[in-house]
């Protein structure tokens, strides 16, 4: 009897555990469904307010043109989001005559690049391309801006007897430098009013004449025959004649302050090299700008200063780019207000490689702390802004394996996520789909706007060129931004822009500019 009553109260422990476990199991599953469900609501409306339907993108489209219009019409930036300049580096190179080799350097931060390469007109591709890269010593780096000047071309003078002009090449007279100066993504460089600040000299402020005038006297002391001298004169109130054109930071305003210029022109001469029908170029990296030709006439803020016909570049500063049609999200929002520069470059915010990786980490971090994606404690490592960059969010959203095994291994390396299901890599996939298409199609609306505004759609071809990491590398934004264009126009009027990749390669644009020829004004 005791066996049986001993039995009976084991096998009803037994039961009693059985079923607690069973409720357990059931309570965390159900918990697991809900969180899992929570997450799917999240990115089902993360999902709608980043779409980016055609319609959409025309408004976006035709926004821009608008602003485009204002901006080169009047100085008042309450009338256009953009604040779009004339540039230098007009009249561009023809791809017919640019004949020899060709030099140029771009001044970095801590670094000088020089490159060159021989020409051989008829749109023929370069040949004998050389590019070197030469760190700036501290001794320099405290001296004077002259000191600089004489170190640029003693390593002109190394590269150029290492690449040398042909025999029947040699310039009778001298020849023009290619000169570009960048700031690097710590503003390094800066141009105010006619000054340049480059703050990691001890010398750190230059006049623009001087820079010109202390290269020159440097590349002759040297005795090279390079000169640095007017890419462009379309100015007449000018006092001096200037061929330095920056990658950012330097202008030319009605009053005739020197202020902001961006290397973007560079590719843009590469382009009109290569291909007449080239009208634009399109940086898309870290950072992203575009620049295009049209005429003097489209121009009546500057009519006074412009010559009363020809061509000329302009840059948009596109970044700045603002209006109620972009799909912005809550989590554009937080990273806008959280940035060095609330309320300005919002169009930049959502389309380049300096923020795509940010939005997918805010995103995964409402998913962390609301329906405990990764656990149910968040990843420290997870919290820490612009730890995602844009390279390691492409190699998760282009990640074919079958269980996303490069998704797994990028979170564990960045945030130290282990541990993760199938569906959660998933998840975050398609977190980076979502950031992709929508910053890809923005700027696919972009490329529509220039061609429109320049009224090119409907019967002329109009090549656009592509440079940086993000269209070069990212293969699925560059596929998004091609159908998205593609989508706006359709089959009728898609053949009419030919959007492709930079032919010189980056770098190249110093020399493309020194190729240029110099209009007799």
Partial sequence: MKQQVALAAVTTTAATVMAVVAL??????????????????????FSRDCSTPVPKLWQVANAMVSDMGASLSSSDEATSSLNMFVSYASPLPTGINEKGMYYGVNLRQTKILMVCGRLQGKNQPISDLYVDEVPIPSSVMIGTSQELYDY???????????HPEKDDEAPA??????????SGDDQSTAISGSNIKLKNFAADTTGVKDLITGM???????????RVHALVSIFTCLHYSINIVYKRHFRVDSDSRIEQVDDIVGNLAGGRYYDKDCVAAITLGMGTNAAYVDTTQSAPRWHDSLPKKGEIVFCMEW?????????????DTSLDAASSNPGHRIFEKMISGMYLGEIVRRVLVRMAQEAALFGQSVPPKLLIPYLLRSPDMAAMHQDTSEDREVVHEKLKEIFGITNLTTMARELVAEVCDIVTERGARLAGAGTVAIVKKLGRIANRRSVIIMEGGLYEHYRIFRNYLHSGVWEMLGNELSDNIVVEHSHGGAGTGPLFLAASPTPDS
Wanted: contains cysteine; charged residues 25%.
């Fill in 24 to 45: 357990v199991r059931q309570y965390w599953k159900a918990k697991q469904d809900r969180q899992w469900g929570k997450c799917q609501r999240i990115l089902r409306k």
């Fill in 152 to 162: 640029i071309a003693a390593e002109l003078v190394k590269f150029v007897s290492a």
């Fill in 173 to 182: 007279n001298d020849k023009k430098l290619g000169f570009t100066v960048s």
């Fill in 216 to 226: 020159n006297r440097a590349l002759e002391k040297h005795g090279l025959k390079l």
């Fill in 319 to 331: 970044g700045n780019f603002n209006t109620c049609h972009l799909p912005i999200t809550q989590y």
